[in-house]
Each structure stands twice: as C-alpha cells, then as structure tokens.
Nanobody, 123 residues
Framework: QVQLVESGGGSVQAEGSLRLSCVVS????????MAWFRQAAAKEREGVAE????????QYADFVTGRFTLSQGTDKNTTYLEMNSLKPEDTAMYYC????????????????WGQGTQVTVTS
C-alpha cells in the first residue's frame, strides 16, 4: 500500500518561511517522480515543483522560482520543499504526489497523492 505523508504546513506572515516534508512508503519503483502541487480555495490544483529522484533534476513553476527549493533525502523517498519569501497568494493546501513520471502527475494520468498540508500566509 502506497502512502504519502506531508508535514510542515502552518500559518506564517508574509516574507516568512516554511519547510514542507513528504515521505512516501510502499512505492515499488525506485525510479520515480515526486512532486508538490497546491490548491487554493476555489482554484484548480497547480504544480509547484517536481523532481526525478534518480537524477535529482528539479523543475519549478514560474511563480515559485527563486523562492522555493525542492530537495530530496538520501533515501530518495523523502522530499523537502523549502519555501521562502512567502506571499499571501501562496496560501493553499499543498499536496505531495508520486508516479513513474512527472507527466503522469501533471496530467493526473496516474500516481498517488497525500492528504495535504495547509499553508496560510497572512499579510
């Protein structure tokens, strides 16, 4: 059974920082994409950052480039999303996901998702 557990969300003032963590277990493929998405109230879910764990190659949405950093643990089953210079518009539920490819996650073609962790940024 695949499980993803996110943690690290909370409430922070604008320009503050938070660090989200995601641990995946039970996923039977060593080669995988792990990604973070977010969904604000009344908005569609959008991709934030993704990494192919074998290669360590990361990609970011334009709206977080330079502010967020995605890294992975040495076990390659954990990712960390370091979020700096947070803005009120970053307020959302943040979800971690895993699949064979990042395309699968972007297109919602397949993959597994966590329950999410809430991030609230106040002005």
């Amino acid at each position: 059974q695949v499980q993803l557990v996110e943690s690290g969300g909370g409430s922070v003032q604008a320009e503050g920082s938070l660090r989200l963590s995601c641990v995946v277990s039970g996923y039977g493929y060593s080669s995988k994409c792990m990604a973070w998405f977010r969904q604000a109230a009344a908005k569609e879910r959008e991709g934030v950052a993704e990494v192919y764990t074998d290669y360590g190659s990361t990609q970011y949405a334009d709206f977080v480039t330079g502010r967020f950093t995605l890294s992975q643990g040495t076990d390659k089953n954990t990712t960390y999303l370091e979020m700096n210079s947070l803005k009120p518009e970053d307020t959302a539920m943040y979800y971690c996901a895993v699949a064979m490819s990042c395309w699968d996650l972007r297109e919602r073609a397949s993959g597994y998702w966590g329950q999410g962790t809430q991030v609230t940024v106040t002005s």
